[in-house]
């Protein structure tokens, strides 16, 4: 059964029809000792089934620690977004809520290579002198 409803399926076709770069999500699971990975993984792959531009790999946490490794994951269900290269945008928990639409607006930004962040905002992070590393908290609404 899906979990997308139809008329979000219909409209996240179309707003991915704006896509204009590939965008891979890889996913990393686990089959065991994992509430939510076989539903993290499903709304993945209903997600990627939405338009030719979005591919899902998958990968099991333990038996691919080399990658999870590379990618900086350290616990699962984990969503990595990556568009022309890997902006270091990560999922962790199931994407349900508000977070689906984090998780859409990601996958819009990773196609176009940037963000609607505006230009003020571009040029206090621009006078960044080292790397920052941000987390954002959110619970399941």
Do not use: W
């Amino acid at each position: 059964m899906a979990l997308l409803k139809e008329k979000d399926r219909e409209f996240l076709t179309k707003e991915f029809q704006k896509l204009t770069n590939p965008v891979r999500l890889v996913y990393f699971t686990q089959d065991r000792e994992c509430t939510y990975c076989e539903m993290t993984g499903q709304i993945v792959q209903e997600v990627a089934g939405l338009s030719d531009k979005i591919t899902a790999t998958v990968y099991d946490f333990v038996a691919n620690k080399d990658v999870a490794d590379q990618y900086g994951v350290d616990k699962i269900p984990a969503i990595v977004v990556e568009g022309a290269k890997d902006y270091g945008i990560r999922f962790y928990g199931i994407p349900s809520g508000y977070e689906f639409t984090s998780l859409i607006e990601s996958i819009k930004d990773a196609s176009a290579g940037t963000t609607s962040l505006s230009a003020e905002t571009k040029a206090a992070l621009a006078r960044l002198e080292s790397p920052v590393h941000i987390q954002v908290f959110t619970t399941p609404t």
